[in-house]
């Protein structure tokens, strides 16, 4: 039976969880970690971190975040970033489309007349890439305006605190619990308040470990904790297996300078530069016709270690091939690159990283 998400929870139970953003904001006065996103709640700064960790950690997104404020401080700034310098930026964060999103975001802002994101809920969710949850956060923690912001983290809380064994992956699910995140949120600290429950998701309500319920702050609210089994919540149902493609990936040599390929604008990794890459584990002979296709005719291949890349949906398995040549031949939609350009300029997404560590010697 489908559920109304307006009344998936009783008022009661909601009822019962509204006293606990006290102790759970002294909490966080204590406890929250450092982040340098947190020192300046600026909404650029804000927008910038969410999207960065939206798929990583907080340990890896540090160094990106500063480097990225220092390049591009400012809204204009990103409107205006040449792609190249914005994927090298971006590079090894992954899913770069959320970086051209926020470029996107910005350009229209700018093209409004702006300078900064706007100070409202609707006019962000109106931007590229910004969805109810990064829009939540961006209003409430840079604008102080009361919305929820409903993460990963922020679910499983809900789904713990509520003992609620529903599918959170389902649409009218996670609606109902930001219906519900939205009728706890103190209307004087909504920024607070959703930073809180991120971290305590973070932090305390762990996702692949034992929830640490004996220093949890709301303790006396938690339903499932009551019922003595938090772990089993939230519901997920059972992912899709992800795909399996054998590629073949080139690297190709020459003159101290390595072969790359520009993806075409659309799917997996689009726009980005790549080592050249065949789908499937092709033969020697196959490696040969391909190699004399592009021109390359002098190159003895030998063979390199297969490398493995996970994506969302699809896994890479990838046997590589190193080709050294005696000249640049010249080859339709690619460029050759040295280790400088490679290091400053062109971003290679982490799918070829088992290929590009070994650049560094080959081209220098
Ligand atoms: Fe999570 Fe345990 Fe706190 Fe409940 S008591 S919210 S399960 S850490």
Redesign the pocket.
């Known amino acids: 039976m489908k559920k109304n998400p307006d009344t998936m929870f009783a008022s009661d139970q909601i009822e019962k969880l509204r006293s606990m953003s006290e102790p759970l904001l002294s909490w966080y006065e204590t406890h929250a970690r450092a982040l340098p996103w947190r020192i300046d709640h600026a909404p650029y700064r804000v927008w910038v971190s969410e999207i960065m960790l939206q798929q990583t950690r907080v340990e890896a997104v540090i160094p990106y975040f500063e480097c990225f404020l220092h390049a591009l401080p400012n809204l204009p700034a990103l409107a205006r970033a040449p792609e190249d310098q914005l994927l090298k930026l971006w590079e090894g964060l992954g899913y770069y489309s959320r970086v051209r999103n926020m470029q996107k975001a910005a350009q229209s802002v700018v093209q409004g007349g702006g300078t900064e994101l706007p100070e409202s809920y609707e006019q962000l969710l109106a931007l590229p890439g910004i969805g109810p949850y990064t829009a939540g956060a961006i209003a409430s923690i840079a604008f102080g305006i009361p919305v929820p912001a409903v993460d990963g983290n922020v679910l ?2 809900l789904a ?2 509520l003992a609620c064994g529903d599918d959170i992956a389902l649409p009218p699910v996670k609606h109902a619990f930001e219906q519900a995140d939205a009728g706890l949120l103190p209307q004087n600290r909504p920024g607070d308040y959703n930073q809180a429950m991120m971290e ?1 998701g973070a932090t ?3 996702p692949n470990a034992a ?3 004996a220093i ?4 006396v ?2 339903a ?2 009551k019922e003595g089994s ?1 772990q089993m ?1 939230p519901y997920k149902s059972p992912k899709k297996p992800r795909v399996i493609e054998e590629r073949t990936v080139f690297v190709v040599v020459a003159e101290k300078k390595v072969l790359l390929r520009r993806r075409t604008d659309k799917g997996l990794l689009a726009g980005m530069w790549e080592l050249p890459n065949l789908s499937g584990w092709l033969e020697a002979g196959e490696i040969s016709a391909v190699l004399a296709g592009w021109g390359i005719e002098d190159a003895a291949p030998s063979a390199l270690d297969n490398g493995k890349h996970i994506f969302t949906h699809i896994e890479w398995r990838m046997k590589g091939v190193l080709a050294l040549s005696c000249a640049c031949t010249p080859v339709e939609g690619s460029i050759w690159a040295n280790a400088a350009e490679i290091a400053e300029r062109y971003a290679l997404p982490s799918a070829f990283r088992p290929y590009a560590r070994l650049l560094p010697e080959l081209l220098s």
């Open positions: 499983r809380v713990r605190l305590l305390v309500c762990l929830p640490r319920c949890c702050p709301v303790r609210f938690c499932a904790e938090p919540y």
